[in-house]
Structures are given as C-alpha cells and as structure tokens.
C-alpha cells in the first residue's frame, strides 16, 4: 500500500524582507526562505494587492525611481510566484479597461 503524502502549501509573503513563496503551513512556525522571519498566509486581499502592484509596475509613471531593470525583476518575480500558486496574475481588471489613476 502506498501512502501519499500530500503536503498542503499555501501562499505566504513575509512582511519583513518581501519574500514570495509556498509553504506548508501545517508545519510549525512556517518561516521565511529568506530572513526566517515568521510568515503569514496571503489571503485573497493579499493577492488583490500584489495583483495592482504587478499592474502598477506595467505603467508608466508609477515607482519611476525603479530602474528598467528592477521593475523587470519585479515583473518576472510576480509571475513566477503566480504561475507556482496557479492563479491568474491578470484577473478581472481586463474586464474594467483603462484604469483611471487620478491619485
Ligand atoms: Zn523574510
């Protein structure tokens, strides 16, 4: 008989050094990969708002003190924390159109 072990992993972002990643959290004390400061699961508003950066970070005008190069990284660090936890990175704000940045 073959016992298969499904670990459980969640998305979770350390507030501390900006870590994105997966981690059991049935495990105790999941800890960042990074600094090993305690992380917190990311909710769905959590996601929201990595969501708006991403697409913040794709317009002109916003966080111009970045380099081409750090927003790349940014971008490319994004999607691949997205496309781990398999969700849409680019979700219903397609649907809105142009968004309106009267900030
Ligand atoms: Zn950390």
């Given at each position: 008989m073959i016992a298969q072990q499904i670990h459980k992993t969640s998305p979770v972002a350390c507030t501390r050094c900006d870590w994105l990643g997966t981690l059991d959290?049935?495990?105790?004390?999941?800890?960042?990969?990074?600094?090993g400061a305690i992380v917190n699961p990311l909710r769905q508003k959590g996601l929201d708002n990595l969501r708006t950066h991403y697409r913040l970070l794709l317009k002109?005008?916003?966080?111009?003190?970045?380099?081409l190069e750090r927003r790349a990284k940014e971008q490319e660090r994004l999607e691949r924390f997205f496309g781990a936890i398999d969700e849409?990175?680019?979700?219903?704000q397609n649907a809105r159109g142009k968004i309106n940045s009267a900030e």
């Open positions: 959290l049935t495990a105790q004390g999941a800890r960042c990969a990074v600094c002109m005008g916003h966080h111009i003190d970045w380099t849409p990175l680019r979700g219903p």
